[in-house]
């Protein structure tokens, strides 16, 4: 597999709203190499590190493919949305094509400039997505379509900078896809009938963020 950033983006948290809550998903694209360290990228940073960031998810990707279906999704509803005239529109660090959710799997490894990052989970949305876009009931359209985007773990820090080749050196051997991982967890494939093999089987994975495989053996019961 192979691919290239199409844009890099990095950002430093901001007012959100008026109570006074702070977001960093505004970000901003460079033009310059930037140095990606086990925590993200240099100058990069979260505003509430309980449920952002760490060393599980210290690259935010999403899939460039996924933006002419946002932009579908919201003409269906009768409106175009200007956030969707750019990248960076999730909150996205990355944005490349090919780096889809159901082509990579958990513990993929990749090279990206003289940084070597594996995917480690997807992206759960949450209450500021929908808030980002003032549109209510994005998370749950992000959710049910599972274009979700997901975070790399960095094994080895380097530079990396736009245009960057984004090169597989390891594909883990297994089928647990990102896809595959975030329905089970999130999009509600828990509750079929006989997921409770399958969500020990992720809660053993030992290359699945720590937050998902406790996710898993809480749903395991």
């Known amino acids: 597999m192979l691919s290239q950033i199409d844009v890099l983006l990095i950002g430093k948290p901001k007012p959100f709203r ?7 998903m505004a970000r901003t694209p460079v033009d310059r190499p930037v140095m990606l360290h086990k925590h993200g990228f240099a100058g990069d940073e979260v505003a509430d590190p309980t449920v952002h960031g760490g060393a599980d998810k210290a690259v935010h990707f ?8 946002w932009i579908a ?3 269906a509803e009768g409106f175009v949305h200007p956030l969707l005239d750019q990248a960076g529109a999730f909150g996205e660090n990355i944005s490349a094509s090919g780096l889809t959710e159901d082509s990579l799997r958990i513990g993929d490894r990749f090279r990206i400039g003289r940084a070597l990052v594996e995917v480690a989970q ?20 992000v959710i049910s379509s599972g274009r979700c985007g997901g975070y790399f773990r960095v094994i080895e820090e ?6 960057d080749r984004i090169q597989m050196v390891y594909q883990a051997e ?17 509750r079929a009938q006989g997921a409770g093999a399958q969500l020990r089987a992720l ?12 996710r898993a053996a809480k749903l395991a019961g």
């Open 18 to 24: 008026a109570d006074g809550t702070m977001s960093a």
């Open 62 to 69: 999403y899939p460039a493919e996924h933006y002419p279906k």
């Open 73 to 75: 999704h919201f003409a």
């Open 122 to 141: 997807g992206r759960q949305p949450c209450w500021k997505l929908d808030h980002h876009f003032g549109v209510h009931g994005l998370s749950g359209a």
């Open 158 to 163: 380097g530079e990396v900078a736009p245009g």
């Open 174 to 190: 297994h089928d647990w896809t990102v896809a595959r991982t975030f329905k089970l967890l999130i999009g509600g494939g828990h």
């Open 203 to 214: 809660a053993a994975l030992e290359t699945l963020a720590d937050s998902w495989r406790g």
